[in-house]
């Protein structure tokens, strides 16, 4: 399949409380993602909390996930920083140490313009040299994409995909046909928002962004497959097993309740970041319940 | 005066394209606000940049101010971050450099909630053990503080005012009242937003935290005395001879115009780090008719 298309699965990059890598952890998240047959690896996403990172971890968990994964899956790096050099340095970084793409998220703190953002990609987009996917996540950055200027990045060297948000209204055929139709063939439409990503494949979008899939690959592959085969009542059926878990993503975010799935899964230890804190024990039980829910064949 | 009362400019901290401070600049926008004598610094704050900075580059302008100061005029030193450990490390970076008070905004990537904060605040204050301002500045941070949370954050040691956002509907003496009737007297209410901070003086605050007079300070100063004793007239005098510059304020940011201001008064050279780019010249041009308006006696 090529990088940009079906289901990227989005590992946590588990550190402990002075952000430090915890490798064998890492390893066995990559394990459980290279073993279902994912299509692509998102390191250094959101959920792999890439924004509290420092350059240095960050090339630590690139090197731990190129060494463990060994080409058997593609690798998409998020390279997002405050600042253009710093972006810059990460798409090298992540080109060195032998990442297949790159993600990059517009992140703000003074609030950007359209050309700031433009010249961000171009300025990372050619440094790196790798296909590059946008990464379009408001919630997270405080910037939104217009169509105009996904046109104008999508018309860029090496800028070959879009991560985009669930749409407030729901429309996703709408939507994608209005990107497709001022991008270039083979610019690849994905989305992000594990709740909404049943309706996205349904409608033909190219790749689902998964958080769920860093930790349960095998069942968000299901759900995937189902609906690249046009088999709806499947994806649906899929999606309604996850509903439980989608319920606590929407509720507390997804990073969050991941940490607590990763606990579940006999494969805790991760701190999150602080200020982000772990869920409390309460909300915790019913993640268990939740995954046990999902894993139990029915 | 109290530190966090009166006057406080908040200067660029000029760099250059690679993000080192300029100290010669610095030092030069530094006499000019302890000529003006404004009531206290406010050094890395948004304006400062304080985001787009490495810790070694924050020390360094800690240091730069601290030496060209000389204990003239209360310094209060933002140490913002996206983590907790980083943030302590930078309250007590400011504290052993010599800062007076300490600058405090929840920086966020991932939405945080409200238990967060109040940690990430709890821990820094402690570590830092200097007076601290809490920084509301949704337009960055994208966190928005309830009343509650202030009310559990002014409770705390250390913490001793606030620097609010304009008010949506623009009534200070209101939002105020309500403040200080959940805080303990003494805690000090500012605002930021330049050009809501006539309003907000003649309302009876405590503070402006102002960008423009970290290159403007005499004439903000004039402004901010007028408004404290009452002269209502002559606030909103000068307030009006300020409103081709909050024009610009307004529509680019803030930031942005400083550089602009900057190069109009021959204090030019900073390079503003990229994403965030000059204004464009036609701008420029609109700037510098705003400056020299300002500056021509009526």
Redesign the interface.
Known sequence: MPLFHGLSAFPLTPTD???KVQEALLARFLDRIVAAGVDSIGLLG?TGTY??LSRDERQHALRVAVGHVRGRVPLIAGVGA????EAVALAQDARAAGADGLLLA??S?????E???F??FA?VAEAGGLPLCIYNNP??T?FTFSLELIERLAALPHVAAIKMPLPAKGDFTDEIERIRARTPAGFAVGYSGDWGATDALLAGCNAWYSVVAGLLPGEALKLTRAAQSGDAAAAKHWNARFEPLWEQFRTF?S?RVMYAIAEVLDLGGAIP?????PLPPAERSRVELAVQGLLTER
């Open positions: 409380a002075a952000g959101s924004a509290y405050l600042r253009t050099d517009p992140m703190y003074t609030p950007l313009t050309e700031e953002v010249q961000h300025t919630t997270t405080h975010g990073l970041p602080r200020p982000l804190l």
